[in-house]
């Protein structure tokens, strides 16, 4: 059975860095695309960025890009999503997803089958 299990999440000041993770158990090798969600309060989810499951297609949405990176650790089935520069507006829940086929939209989260259960995220301005 496959588990995703995020965390790296906390509480840090505008213009910090947080390293969130994503462990992956189960299935791993049937992962053709790898995400990030987050959803601020009030808000909905939104799609941050992905990158397939091998490390290419990497892509983020405009307001992260040059901030954040999204990496794997193929030795541990574990990919990673590291934020710098953080400001006020990245705060909220952030989500690993997996999906075992390219996405079609990469940014719907119903593309994606397994999830993580959260990590928070709070930037202090």
């Known amino acids: 059975q496959v588990q995703l299990v995020d965390s790296g999440g906390g509480l840090v000041q505008a213009g910090g860095s947080l390293r969130l993770s994503c462990a992956a158990s189960?299935?791993?090798?049937?992962?053709?695309?790898l995400g990030w969600f987050r959803q601020a309060p009030g808000e909905e989810r939104e799609f941050v960025g992905g990158?397939?499951?091998?490390?290419?297609?990497?892509t983020y949405i405009d307001s992260v890009k040059g901030r954040f990176t999204i990496s794997k650790d193929n030795a541990k089935t574990t990919w990673y999503l590291q934020m710098n520069s953080l400001k006020s507006e990245d705060t909220g829940i952030y989500y690993c997803?997996?999906?075992?086929?390219?996405?079609?939209?990469?940014?719907?989260?119903?593309?994606?089958?397994?999830w993580g259960r959260g990590t928070q995220v709070t930037v202090s301005s």
């Open positions: 990158m397939s499951g091998i490390g290419t297609l990497k």
């Open positions: 997803a997996a999906s075992i086929y390219i996405p079609q939209r990469l940014d719907r989260d119903y593309e994606y089958e397994y």
């Open positions: 189960g299935r791993t090798d049937d992962f053709s695309y």
